[in-house]
């Protein structure tokens, strides 16, 4: 269901965009990115808000991006220009790979199921699509800035496959009751915050970013438990290195 409302706004995305040219004379500029950096995730493995939890829990992420602006329209409505002039859309696909375990243990050493809780190790892999504004705070034409800093908002559609395993017995609380383990693909929206900054050169720029997505679902990770400290929905927060290419000669 997510993916297909995802779709439909980048249906609409592309229709619009298509519109203004049509209809306005507008100039599209293109590029396109590539990135790789760490991810951090933040979900059920370890203790719920334990910083050390999200460390213990990292893995590689690659991205590739389509960026557009509209800073060379022709249409002449001073909002438009102004957003043009500020602002950069990208279409975005990533594959990331996510290690995990219990660390730190969420129960005492002395606990009984001590054991069966550090035994405890998963892995998921997302693929998300996602649709982000770029958000500058310099202009992107009227300004000649080498860093361009920018801060980025999107929504991206996740597909994720976790599994959950065990070398020894697993832990009571994930067998006990009603399902807790979901060893299968999991659907789900995501919230995109970030920061980055782009380092201008001839025909690429430089860029650093960090982002995070907030997933509208607590199963990313393959685990759900139904304890107090479990209850926030799945986070991870991504820093990238890349590059982005222009495709258009218009420096």
């Not at 298509?18 to 507008?26: D, E, F, G, M, R």
């Not at 496959?161 to 659907?187: D, M």
């Not at 789900?188 to 050169?201: E, M, N, P």
Request: aromatic letters at 14%; glycine letters at 6%.
């Amino acid at each position: 269901m997510h993916m297909k409302v995802l779709k439909f706004i980048v249906f609409l995305f592309f229709v619009f965009s298509l519109s203004l040219v049509k209809a306005q004379n507008t100039i599209v500029n293109s590029e396109v990115g590539v990135f790789l950096g760490p991810t951090f995730f933040q979900g059920d493995f370890g203790e719920a808000g334990n910083s050390k939890s999200s460390t213990a829990n990292v893995g590689m992420g690659f991205e590739f991006a389509y960026v557009m602006d509209f800073s060379d329209s022709r249409y002449k409505s001073r909002f438009f220009q102004t957003l043009a002039d500020h602002v950069k859309e990208r279409l975005q696909f990533s594959y990331t790979k996510i290690k995990l375990k219990h660390n730190p243990i969420p129960i005492s050493n002395t606990s009984p199921q001590y054991t069966n809780f550090k035994d405890m190790y998963g892995e998921t892999k997302i693929i998300s699509f996602g649709i982000i504004s770029e958000i500058y705070i310099f202009s992107i034409v009227k300004e000649e800035h080498k860093l361009e800093p920018y801060v980025s908002l999107g929504l991206a559609s996740n597909l994720a496959n976790p599994t959950v395993s065990s070398s020894s017995t697993l832990p009571t609380i994930y067998t006990t009751g009603n399902q807790k383990i979901f060893n299968k693909k999991q659907n789900s929206l995501s919230f995109i915050y970030g920061l980055g900054a782009r380092y201008r050169l001839d025909d690429v720029d430089l860029v650093l970013e960090g982002n995070m997505h907030s997933f509208l679902s607590d199963r990313i990770e393959g685990l759900d438990p139904e304890i107090p400290g479990d209850k926030n929905n799945d986070s991870m927060v991504s820093f990238r290195f890349g590059a982005v290419f222009h495709l258009d000669d218009r420096r």
